[in-house]
């Protein structure tokens, strides 16, 4: 037991003075390459020396590997993002795994900054840490006043014992260890995966894949004509055959579409962890996200991402039950003039295709949580002036990003 | 399972410090059953904070329940001090040693966890299910559960006391600290100083009453959710009370002076042991003054060789 060594903050700063070394773990994710690129397009400092790490470099579950990276690198400042991390059905089967995982990274990373002398280390925590049972806006101070959601405990606690271990490091030999709290964060290079990414990439995917595949129409509806790798059906929306039972939807959201969250852009996220390596000096966690006011529905996020890859018709919701249908039946008109580029079909003509039938939402998947509604007052304290891309933008971007880079994305 | 049918094997990692001990006594004493294997381990026998020790530690001994007392423990003061390292070598024990129990594929472990681990801010008293209603603890078995169906449970025991106890004024808990205290002043005529103001409330559990229920658990309690094991509230006593007890016990003369520019600590932890009498209405707890007893007669009987 070390006893009342100060190890933290003896790292050598280089030449010339006050130049940094960051290392950033999980520099390959969602987060890391927002990073890396908004440094790139220059938000650098010159004295900076910026190096990014992923699992290829060293296995951080093994404290072994961590130590001997840390003693590679030297760096002054750690960035520490890499996780074991899922979607929400993900979570709720391996919890064991998640909480074992991500507590030996962490240990083995904050330790291994300790013993190098990092002069400071910001961690990535989530919204989803906090108690599930709570008054809303939930601010930092709140981290640990009740368990938090049954679904992803596991997750949830490994990311708490970070700031408890960032208090330890600081109450024992007075480093400045902290940690950030985004809510939903999204962008380019997320994971894609559909079973266990998180919410909006997986829409992304499933908006590309309904699209693409143009299909959904069951065999030997009347009107039905052939293309596309499918069998779709041209005409208006009014004289649309009805569907014989059993489900003709291109695409379906889990849940009812009702849970509310705050996205985060992650190249907004990237240029805030920057500000908070560089400025940011309290141990107590700092939310970064965008205010309360911009919450959004998973519904609105479904609209948004539809909308963005060229339905302008969005998602409605049908009061008209039709038989045979599981969940809410919503239909989809595509205007004339719209989808350019969807296989199989010119520009300009007037049609429905697979998502024609509409979008419905399976209500026998799982919500989740139903709200996380974080306060970003203290970032504001900061930051008032901090400006936020706009969430369709955001979204716009990203699914132009994932379909340019869509061989190569993780899904 | 090992022949005959039923039989045991149970490993109490921690076996030589106070809980251990004296359920090392209470088995020795008869509550053993044929077919439980006992096996009691130490730090001489594999440092827990190792992975890789535990591991061969658990694949030599092959047990089928665990009884997890083996921690990195301290009194007020130290914990003050340390707490990076209280929480790393914990977290690290911890997870060594369920793991090990589940990789080895042990039906039942059973945890030990304290009611210093509660809510600092909360209403009294405290049940089984406030405890992650604060600041969170280091353990997550529930996982093991919710994954793989193990049944790995803990029990909270409030204030522990007893023979085999660190009785360092330093470092140990407050009875076995105020023990050594009153033996000092006695043998050196010296005068009787307790640190804080005597007023924070405790509930105390003699080590031998513990050590019952402990074993209680383990053949009898399944659920996941971890169970308090203590006196009732109504056996609550004040430091002041508590000294008092030791004083009587050893036949002290002098007086008693508090030194309240110490810390006091938690004021008050009062735990509810409704649960524990759900199950066992009948349970006798040993009498306090008759526990202190028991315990100062220890300490003088054996101070060349008691941990201080």
Not at chain 1, 238 to 266: E, N
Not at chain 1, 316 to 325: M, N
Not at chain 1, 380 to 385: I, N, Q, S, T, V
Not at chain 2, 101 to 113: I, P, Q, R, T
Request: proline share 5%.
């Amino acid at each position: 037991m070390k006893m009342g060594s100060t190890a933290c903050g003896t790292a050598k700063m280089g030449e010339p003075q006050g130049s940094k070394r960051i290392l950033v773990t999980g520099g390959s994710g969602l987060v890391g390459r927002a990073i890396q690129k908004v440094v790139a397009d220059g938000a650098g400092l010159p004295g900076e020396d910026w190096v990014f790490v992923s699992s290829k470099d060293a296995d951080l579950t093994d404290a072994a590997q961590t130590q001997a990276l840390f003693q590679k690198v030297r760096p002054t400042h750690v960035i520490h993002l890499a996780a074991m991390v899922g979607g929400l059905f993900r979570n709720i089967k391996y919890n064991l795994d998640f909480w074992r995982e991500n507590v030996h990274i962490n240990d083995n990373v904050l330790h291994a900054a300790f013993e190098v002398g990092a002069h400071k280390v910001v961690s990535c925590l989530s919204t989803c840490v906090f108690p599930d049972k709570t008054t809303y806006p939930i601010d930092e101070t709140m981290i640990h006043n009740g368990p938090p959601h049954s679904s992803n405990f596991g997750y949830a606690y490994a990311k708490r014992m970070i700031d408890v271990q960032n208090r330890a490091y600081f109450q024992q030999h007075g480093c400045t260890f902290t940690a950030v709290i985004p809510t939903n964060v999204f962008g380019p290079h997320d994971n894609f995966n559909i079973e266990d990414g998180h919410v909006l990439p997986g829409l992304i995917h499933k908006v590309h894949l309904a699209k693409s595949e143009c299909r959904g129409l069951p065999d030997g509806v009347p009107g039905a004509q052939r293309g596309g790798g499918g069998s779709c059906w041209h005409g208006t929306p009014d004289t649309r055959p009805a569907l014989p039972g059993g489900s003709g939807s291109a695409l379906t959201v889990w849940g009812t579409g009702k849970p509310r969250r705050q996205f985060i852009y992650s190249l907004d996220l990237a240029q805030l962890f920057i500000w908070v390596l560089r400025e940011y000096n309290e141990v107590e966690p700092i939310i970064l996200s965008v205010g309360e006011e911009d919450e959004v529905s998973i519904k609105e996020a479904a609209e948004a991402v539809v909308e963005a890859m060229g339905f302008q018709g969005g998602i409605t919701v049908s009061s008209v039950p039709v038989a045979g249908l599981v969940g809410t039946v919503a239909s989809l008109t595509v205007l004339p003039g719209a989808g350019g580029g969807l296989a199989g079909h010119g520009a300009g003509r007037s049609f429905s295709c697979g998502l024609d039938y509409g979008a419905q939402f399976d209500t026998t998947k799982s919500d989740g949580q139903f709200k996380k509604t974080a306060s970003n007052s203290k970032l504001r304290a900061y930051l008032p002036d901090f400006r936020f891309t706009p969430f369709k933008q955001a979204v716009k971007e990203t699914c132009t990003w994932f379909a340019d880079n869509y061989e190569q994305a993780r899904k | 399972m090992g022949e005959p049918q039923g039989s045991k094997r149970i490993l109490v990692t921690g076996g030589s410090g106070l809980v251990g001990r004296a359920i090392q006594k209470v088995v020795a004493d008869g509550a053993g059953l044929p077919g439980e294997d006992w096996v009691f381990v130490s730090s001489k026998d594999a440092d827990l904070t190792d992975a890789a020790q535990t591991q061969a530690l658990f694949q030599k001994v092959r047990p089928t329940h665990v009884i997890h007392l083996a921690a990195m423990v301290g009194g007020l003061f130290r914990n003050i001090k340390y707490n990076l390292d209280f929480w790393r070598e914990n977290v690290h024990i911890n997870d060594n040693v369920l793991h090990a129990a589940f990789e080895v594929g042990a039906h039942k472990v059973v945890s030990c966890l304290s009611t210093c681990v509660f809510p600092d801010k909360t209403t009294y008293p405290i049940d089984e299910t406030m405890i992650h209603n604060g600041p969170p603890h280091s353990s997550n078995f529930g996982a093991y559960f919710q994954q793989h169906g193990c049944t790995f449970t803990a029990v909270i025991p409030t204030n522990v006391f007893g023979p085999h106890d660190n009785f360092n004024i330093e470092d140990g808990h407050v009875l076995p600290g105020l023990i050594h205290k009153v033996h000092l002043a006695k043998s050196s005529g010296s005068a009787l100083t307790v640190w804080g103001t005597g007023k924070p409330r405790r509930q105390f559990i003699y080590s031998l009453d513990l050590a019952q229920l402990f074993i209680w658990v383990l053949r009898e309690y399944n659920e996941v959710e971890p169970i308090i094991l203590s006196v009732g509230e109504e056996d609550e006593v004040s430091i002041k009370e508590a000294a008092e007890a030791v004083v009587e016990a050893m036949g002290f003369q002098g007086g008693i002076t508090f030194d309240t520019t110490k810390s006091d600590g938690q004021f008050k932890k009062t735990a509810s042991n409704s649960k524990l009498r759900a199950y066992l209405p009948d349970f006798r707890f040993t009498p306090f003054k008759q526990a202190v007893k028991e315990t100062c007669t220890w300490f003088a009987d054996n101070y060349e060789q008691a941990r201080k």
